[in-house]
């Protein structure tokens, strides 16, 4: 079975230091993977998504990055981080069996920027 | 650019009560999903509909997708407090596999 895992849970960061969450997926080659932030009890905005090694496509402008290093493989980073970072980051994966369609999320990282 | 408006934002209902969520657009979507979530953690899927007009059930949550799919709805049936949480519809571009997602709705059913 396919699974997905995300860490930390929970980050306490200063203004200014680096960041780098990792998401790895297991059980499936290829997968499109995605960077989601989602504010306290809202929607979720696309950061980043991935059709494979190296290829990534960030859908607005910001002060994270992401990489692809291995094909299961998808790391959220940032040099100096910032107030207005501070939120609940989601990674997924898309998966397609049949007629049915849809992402499997990880657990989520709870990141303050203090 | 693609929006999906989701309403009510926040509902508050007693338990046995019934309920309907919708989810509105004014762009076609190839696919439209419902998603729920709990507090701390990832939203789980529920269901999927590709195909305007389409009805699905799920025990007692049904899930309806528009002739023009730009729109969908999700009517709950005798709500329970085990309903509780954040509903979020997100609709699809098969070819990118990209998601669009409402603003989502806050449920609470009181027992």
């Known amino acids: 079975s396919q699974t997905i895992h995300q860490w930390p849970a929970t980050l306490v960061q200063p203004v200014g230091s680096p960041l780098s969450l990792e998401c790895t997926v297991e059980?499936?080659?290829?997968?499109?993977l995605y960077w989601y932030r989602q504010a306290a009890g809202r929607g979720l905005q696309l950061l980043f998504y991935s059709v494979g090694i190296g290829q990534i496509s960030s859908e607005v402008p910001q002060n994270l990055s992401a990489s692809r290093p291995q094909d299961r493989q998808f790391i959220l980073s940032s040099k100096k981080l910032l107030l207005s970072d501070s939120g609940f980051y989601l990674c997924?994966?898309?998966?397609?069996?049949?007629?049915?369609?849809?992402?499997?999320f990880g657990s989520g990282t709870r990141l303050t920027v203090v | 650019t693609q929006l999906l408006e989701q309403s009510p934002q926040f509902l508050s209902i007693q338990e046995g009560e019934n309920l309907t969520v919708y989810c509105n657009s004014s762009s076609v979507f190839s696919s439209l999903q419902w998603y729920r979530q709990e507090p701390g953690e990832g939203p789980v899927l529920l269901v999927t509909v590709v195909t305007g007009g389409e009805v699905k059930k799920l025990k007692r949550l049904t899930f309806q997708f528009g002739d023009a799919r730009k729109d969908s709805s999700l009517h709950i049936t005798a709500a329970q407090p085990g309903d509780t949480g954040l509903y979020l519809c997100a609709g699809g571009a098969s070819n990118t596999g990209k998601l669009i997602f409402g603003q989502g709705t806050t449920l609470q059913v009181k027992p």
């Open positions: 059980g499936t080659s290829n997968p499109n």
């Open positions: 997924a994966w898309s998966f397609r069996t049949g007629g049915n369609y849809g992402y499997t």
